[in-house]
């Protein structure tokens, strides 16, 4: 499997495999490639992961095999083969006929893909209804069948509810149990689990995996998850700019990448076995229409020599069944996975504390979010607050921010103790604590620039004005690697990392002591998620500001944070150092938590 | 996760909406009417109560009226008076409707309620039907009056919209984040919240000034105009009705007058709404 | 079917609410929105109470130049309107006769005002139902051969048309189609809808069919353009896109996932347009001299007939108030989850 696969392609796929070659998808009115150049095989019982960050094209891979391309975008060129026929040839009746009952497809979010106002079990035995297979108690017992298998219960009460009567992690398994119903021989996942809980996300992935090998079903799994594919793929491809830039067994792609850009990506992840010192990459990634000739990774790779801008460079095979798209594949040296880990945050450094919450119960309306959760912050240090959704971590740091109120309880700052909101706090305290939101889509006012965003601070507090102030933007838009071309920019003109990169220059404006992150990187590809940990681990130590840390990503918290809280339905389950939790924890949760959390390496 | 979003550059909201046909076609006859309305009068042939020959007579571009007062000279003297009241009304209309939607959506809680209950009893009213009330006890209303009844009957209607699109950004993390520096409330309203409207707010004052046309109209054309004797594109109708069968361009013209316009603004209004869901 | 073992603790999930056994649910719920509806009602008649009789002076405007002659029939018209009373009397006793059927006595024919109105209601009730009757089919029909071609030149044609003529006002097309088709052009339609006084309207039919097209063509254009953005936003929707991706045919697609969710967004801009209705009757009604409610309105208020005035605005905000109700209650019983909510 070495050579090209388009040589011979019906000997190298067996039955129920499937091939993909020359895969091709343009914009309708440009002739702009979104995708091109995809030659892919999914082999029986295999799981191959597609990897890739936004704007790389891999989900209009994955819908391509259904012959389907969303509006705005046709598939111009290229073959999908299942069992020798033609998919983007057949006539369309036939595509529909295949579609559900020989590839099928389980959508992104499944929440909006499920139709709300009509119940679960309808819409599970819609398509047998359709196609008139079996009785109409043939019909419902496959589908209860089909829930009993993705362990979902499947009395008559559950086949009656409707969608929004369904957790996240149910309604996920409902769509896994429809795509499985009709018994396809090819399944495309579009990232399934985004937005799950890691528990929820385990579960999920563990029965998709038992389904494809018990059913001897293909996938393809679209993610933007380094670690998920880890845990899943048989193979992996590492998709960028619109291009396959390496596809490998799993095992050789993580022990050695041999496309740079599989390599940063890497480098920007973290793990959850040892502290790391994250690294970005840096620039955009390209859209379609805007990106470099030759290499697409050229105007961001560290290994680039001019020879990458002359051509589109071929997959080069490195080993058997494993290629990338680089033509210094055999110059750029080895690589190994722990490269970049560092020494764990020091357990026993002397703490000096600056912020302490004692007792803090929550309240929403009569219901009580937060019971009783006590924990303290030191100079120079960060503290993660971890859980899983509704375990009540980003209620508390609206509490310590001031910008939820109906609370009890004590929070203290340098001894003194805080007023419950944020209005009602004195100036001076305001500016000390400062707040990063989780999304800087919503978190920067798409009216005004970066810089009266970033002086706004300033002059609310008379740290700066006039001509000063400018230049104290300036100064501080460089110490968060923003281009000073960007002063008079809109926010609304600025990708997802360069927005958050505003609001932590907004909050250092204040010159603030703490620094309350709530998910700051949940919202983020991973290349940017490392950048902006690496800054934040750059300000600690340099200005010695305190963080309080929100997040859901354990590995991060491993690389980010000497204390970590972790939390359980608003309480408080497990404290203490980060290698001391991480390493040996105590509570059974905690061990879950470690345990269903994806790993790499 | 589709593609990203990095647009090269973003022109303003009116840089934008100029390169749209549907507004560009509404905002020109809309500007063309408002000429009409305030320079015709000065090159009219006729005085605007002058009479011009025998009632419903054919001299002239469209003939005489039921006075036989010039209709062509009645129609350029009857837009300034229609156009003047749509216009202040709407502008009132808009400022009671925004400042009630944008408080009741910041204050939330009791505020909202019971101003927005408040809200839905003065909507229970058709527009027309406010105005009509008020007059049963008024004789000849002078033209405040009516501009503070259509005024009025479009707050509701403008605050339940600008309540709406204030929700919206309310909620957003950086009104939070103003709120979190301890900026004065009236500031993160003026300088948070009410930029983020303006293009909503512009569709719907479009719409606005297209419903005051109609009301103001209306109200000449049931014969409650301000002046009796002015000539008034509403009343115009009114008066001439009888006539529509012998001289049908003293009632037409100003029908058409009118229909242009509120197609035109229409037309503008409608773009802005469509610039102001794509963008942003 | 291989066997798969189930796996461990599914149930661990947070069980959602219950869709059952909420009937208590509902009657609360529905207590409460036909509370508000009354106590909307109740603000409304203090609305209008005021604007007729607190805000100016309706003998002076009835009697005009003969107030300071004509004393006695000042002074007749004065007892008539209680003028001496404080107005919290008068509004007492106003709303007392709302609420126990009795209306008044008209200022203009000392006939009582329900006997007045009775007649003209049903007159106005038969013409908005018969023009709401080729409205919503007409709406829906239009709305969706534009989704259809969606974006593309018929669609396009199709929807400047509508954009135009929702921004005409209904009294401008109403003469610009009795220019058409009761005058010069063609002669086919009366131009007034009946000339007796006894007669009820829909004994000469011809003589509706300009007053219905005109409230047609006033209404439709704002309802099929909701309904087409509506059906648009529901095909673009990921529930379609996996519908398709399903392989289920195009027509089960449009009529099961499509339309079932366009259809309370449809629901309420219908309700929004019969409650619009009831004003636009007013100018309709008056150009065509159909006997109804908004012609009698008009007409009293040139006769400052206050008592008239006030029962009819108390009808049409009526009416309003119970359209709208009707149509929130229906688009809650066809969203689950909104269904849902309240039961739980």
Request: aromatic share 6%; net charge neutral.
């Amino acid at each position: 499997m070495t050579a090209p696969t388009r040589d011979v392609p019906q000997t190298t796929t067996p039955a129920g495999g499937l091939v993909v070659e020359d895969l091709g998808v343009t914009l309708t009115g440009r002739p702009v490639d979104v995708v091109d150049d995809i030659d892919l095989v999914l082999r029986p019982g295999e799981v191959v992961g597609l990897v890739g960050e936004s704007g790389s094209g891999k989900t209009t891979v994955g819908t391509s095999l259904l012959a389907y391309s969303r509006a705005g975008a046709l598939i111009s060129s290229g073959k999908v083969l299942l069992e020798g026929r033609d998919v983007l040839q057949l006539p369309w009746k036939e595509v529909r006929q295949l579609r559900g009952e020989e590839i099928a497809y389980v959508p992104q979010d499944p929440a909006s893909a499920l139709n709300p106002s009509i119940r679960i079990g309808k819409q599970l035995v819609e398509l047998h209804q359709l196609r008139g297979v079996g009785t109409a108690e043939s019909r419902l017992q496959a589908a209860r069948d089909g829930l009993a298998e993705v362990g979902l219960p499947n009395d008559d009460e559950f086949l009656r509810r409707y969608a929004h009567q369904l957790s996240g992690g149910q309604v996920q398994r409902v769509a896994l149990a429809m795509a499985f119903l009709p018994k396809p021989k090819v399944l495309v996942l579009d990232e399934p689990t985004t937005g799950l809980d890691v528990t929820t996300q385990k579960m999920v992935l563990d029965t998709m995996a038992q389904l494809c090998r018990s059913h001897g079903v293909c996938a393809l799994y679209v993610t933007h998850d380094l670690a998920v594919v880890a845990n899943i793929a048989d193979r992996v491809a590492v998709m960028y700019a619109g291009q396959i830039a390496e596809l490998g067994p799993k095992d050789a792609v993580f022990a050695n990448p041999s496309h740079p850009y599989t390599r940063a990506l890497l480098d920007s992840i973290p793990h959850l076995s040892q502290a790391r010192a994250l690294k970005g990459i840096p620039g955009r990634t390209p859209a379609p229409g805007a990106r470099p000739d030759g290499c697409r990774f050229s105007d961001r790779c560290t290994y680039v020599v001019d020879a990458c801008k002359q051509q589109v460079p071929p997959l080069i095979s490195v080993a058997p069944d494993h290629e990338a798209r680089c033509i210094r594949v055999g110059e750029i040296g080895m690589w190994d996975i722990n490269r970049g880990t560092v020494p764990d945050a020091d357990p026993n450094r002397k703490r000096d504390v600056i912020l302490s919450v004692e007792g803090l119960n929550v309240f929403y309306g009569r219901k009580q979010i937060v019971h009783d959760v006590t924990f303290d912050l030191a100079k120079g240090e960060v503290v993660a607050l971890v859980g899983e959704s509704g375990s009540g971590k980003t209620t508390i740091s609206r509490s310590v921010g001031g910008l939820h109120k109906e609370w009890t309880g004590a929070v203290r700052f340098e001894g003194r103790e805080l007023a419950r909101s944020a209005r009602s706090r004195s100036a001076e305290d305001r500016r000390r604590i400062q707040y990063i939101f989780q999304n800087p889509y919503l978190s920067l006012n798409p009216r005004l620039t970066i810089e009266q965003i970033i002086r706004r601070p300033m002059e609310l507090f008379g740290i700066a004005k006039g001509k000063q102030a400018t230049d104290r933007v300036l100064q501080l838009m460089e110490q968060v690697a923003l281009g000073s071309g960007m002063l008079h920019y809109q926010a609304s003109r600025l990708s997802g990392g360069e927005r958050q990169r505003v609001a932590i220059a907004r909050a250092l404006a204040a010159e603030p002591d703490v620094m309350v992150c709530d998910e700051i990187t949940s919202a983020l590809d991973v290349s940017v998620q490392g950048s902006i940990v690496a800054l934040l681990e750059g300000l600690r130590k340099e200005r010695g500001i305190s963080m309080l840390f929100v997040t859901h990503n354990l590995a991060l918290v491993r690389s980010i944070s000497a204390r970590v809280e972790i939390l359980q339905a608003g309480r408080v389950v497990e404290a203490g150092s980060v290698v001391t939790v991480m390493d040996t924890p105590r509570e059974e949760y905690t061990r879950k938590l470690l345990s269903d959390s994806p790993r790499v390496g | 996760m589709s593609t990203t979003a990095s647009l090269p550059s973003t022109p303003s909201f009116l840089g934008r909406a100029m390169k749209q046909k549907r507004f560009v076609f509404g905002f020109t006859v809309t500007l063309l009417v408002i000429a009409f309305a305030v320079l015709a009068p000065l090159v009219a042939p006729y005085g605007e109560e002058e009479t011009a020959g025998p009632p419903y007579s054919k001299g002239g571009l469209f003939g005489t009226d039921y006075l036989g007062q010039d209709v062509l000279s009645r129609l350029m003297h009857g837009g300034q008076g229609v156009l003047l009241i749509s216009v202040l009304a709407t502008l009132l209309g808009m400022v009671l409707g925004i400042l009630i939607g944008v408080v009741a959506a910041y204050a939330g809680g009791w505020w909202d309620e019971v101003l927005m209950r408040l809200n839905d009893v003065l909507l229970a009213f058709p527009q027309i039907l406010l105005a009509l009330v008020v007059l049963t006890a008024l004789q000849n209303p002078a033209a405040w009056v009516i501009i503070v009844l259509v005024g009025v009957s479009h707050a509701p209607r403008v605050a339940r919209v600008s309540r709406g699109v204030a929700l919206g950004i309310v909620s957003r993390d950086f009104v939070v984040a103003a709120e979190a520096l301890g900026e004065k409330r009236s500031r993160v309203i003026v300088a948070e919240v009410l930029p983020n409207m303006i293009g909503p707010l512009l569709a719907e004052a479009g719409l606005r000034l297209t419903y005051s046309i109609g009301v103001v109209a209306a109200l000449g054309f049931l014969g409650f105009a301000a002046d009796p004797g002015a000539a008034n594109w509403g009343q115009m109708m009114n008066e001439n009705r009888l006539g529509l069968q012998t001289q049908p361009w003293a009632v037409l013209a100003p029908v058409l007058m009118i229909a242009i316009f509120t197609i035109a603004t229409n037309l503008m209004a409608d773009g802005l709404a469509q610039l102001s869901q794509r963008g942003d | 079917m291989t066997q798969v073992a189930t796996l461990p603790d599914p149930l661990a999930e947070v069980a959602p609410p219950r869709g059952r056994s909420g009937g208590a649910a509902w009657a609360a719920w529905l207590a409460r929105r036909l509370g508000l509806a009354v106590l909307t009602l109740w603000l409304v008649s203090v609305l209008v109470f005021l604007a007729t009789a607190a805000l100016g002076d309706p003998v002076r405007a009835i009697l005009g130049r003969d107030y300071d002659t004509n004393v006695g029939r000042r002074e007749q018209l004065e007892a008539q309107l209680g003028v001496g009373d404080s107005i919290v009397t008068r509004y007492v006793d106003w709303l007392g006769g709302l609420v126990t059927g009795d209306f008044g006595t008209s200022l203009a024919n000392q006939q009582p005002v329900w006997q007045q109105v009775s007649d003209t209601v049903v007159n106005t009730l038969v013409l908005v139902l018969l023009a709401a009757a080729v409205m919503i089919p007409l709406a829906f029909g239009i709305a969706m051969i534009s989704a259809h071609f969606r974006r593309r030149r018929p669609d396009t044609v199709i929807q400047t048309i509508l954009l135009a003529l929702a921004g005409v006002p209904e009294f401008v097309t109403g003469i610009l189609l009795v220019a058409l088709f009761s005058t010069s052009v063609f002669n086919i339609f009366p131009a007034v809808t009946i000339a007796s006084p006894t007669a009820r309207p829909w004994d000469t039919p011809e003589g509706m069919v300009l007053p219905v097209a005109t409230l047609v063509v006033a209404v439709t254009p704002y309802v099929s353009r909701i309904v087409r953005a509506t059906l648009l936003e529901v095909l673009d929707s990921d529930y379609v896109e996996l519908a398709r991706l399903k392989g289920i045919p195009e027509p089960v697609v449009m009529r099961k996932h499509a339309l079932l969710n366009a259809i309370v967004p449809g629901i309420q801009v219908i309700a929004l347009q019969l409650a619009w209705l009831a004003g636009g009757v007013v100018l309709v009604e008056t150009l065509f001299s159909y006997p109804g409610v908004g012609r009698q309105l008009v007409d009293s208020v040139r006769n400052h007939d206050v008592p008239m005035v006030q029962a009819l605005s108390m009808i049409i905000a009526g009416v309003y108030i119970v359209v709208n109700l009707v149509a929130d209650v229906l688009s809650i019983l066809l969203t689950p989850r909104a269904r849902t909510a309240i039961s739980s």
